[in-house]
């Protein structure tokens, strides 16, 4: 178990739906990133936040949005879903301290579906 | 940005056998960490190893160690006496020391190689 929360663990939904997706970091991490997995594909980084402020931008649709609650859990909101958006979706956090490796530690993962 | 590389998307090895698997990356900068990550079939990422580029101990965790070679911008992962449980898709990572305005304190991670791991 890494300490990182992801809520819910499956979704099913239709196409034009939004949904959003929860992730609790480690207790101490500062920072979290969003990751998106599509079937047997690599990770693409969407978005990191580090202590409720936006740090990083990778590949994020202007369809998804994020944030970081002050107390520190993240939501991803994914609207007007397509069926390329079908995927797991992973929440990974970092301490990020000067001097440490900070690697990340995942959630479990949120797979998406939809139809 | 920097980048990752894995070069075999699929890689085999017979129970109990050693395996080495490849990534190399590009950067200009001097101070850097590297990680290799585990997904098994149930999709959690696992943290395999790490090192960091100002060392240059290569990093070992019991069956798992690093083939560090800095000059040449490769971070390979060697698996000792492999074990079913081994069987998974392995991403090498890099993170860079600073953090910078527009890229952050990103993780770069390359495609993966599958791995399989013959009875």
């Known amino acids: 178990d890494s300490g990182v929360t992801q809520t819910p663990k499956h979704l099913i939904t239709a196409t034009g739906q939004r949904v959003t997706l929860r992730c609790s970091p480690r207790s101490g991490d500062l920072s979290v990133y969003w990751y998106q997995q599509s079937l047997d594909q690599g990770l693409q980084f969407l978005i990191q936040?580090?202590?409720?402020?936006?740090?990083a931008k990778g590949n994020i649709l202007e369809r998804f949005s994020a944030q970081q609650f002050p107390d520190l859990h993240s939501e991803l909101n994914l609207s007007s879903l397509e069926l390329g958006d079908s995927a797991l979706y992973f929440c990974a956090s970092s301490v990020l301290v000067a001097g440490a490796y900070n690697e990340q530690f995942f959630g479990p993962g949120t797979r998406l579906t939809v139809l | 940005a920097q980048t990752v590389t894995q070069s075999q998307p699929e890689m085999s090895v017979q129970e109990a056998e050693t395996v080495t698997l490849s990534c190399t990356y590009d950067t200009s900068e001097s101070d850097y960490y590297l990680f290799w990550y585990k997904q098994p079939p149930s999709r959690q990422m696992i943290l395999v190893i790490r090192?960091?580029?100002?060392?240059?101990q290569n990093a070992t965790e019991n069956r798992f160690s690093v083939n560090f070679q800095k000059a040449a911008k490769s971070f390979s992962l060697k698996i000792s006496d492999s074990q079913l449980g081994d069987a998974a898709m392995y991403f090498c990572a890099y993170r860079s020391v600073y953090y910078a305005s527009n890229t952050g304190n990103q993780f770069y991670f390359g495609t993966g190689t599958s791995l399989t791991v013959i009875p």
């Open positions: 090192q960091e580029a100002y060392k240059q």
């Open positions: 936040y580090y202590n409720g402020e936006e740090r």
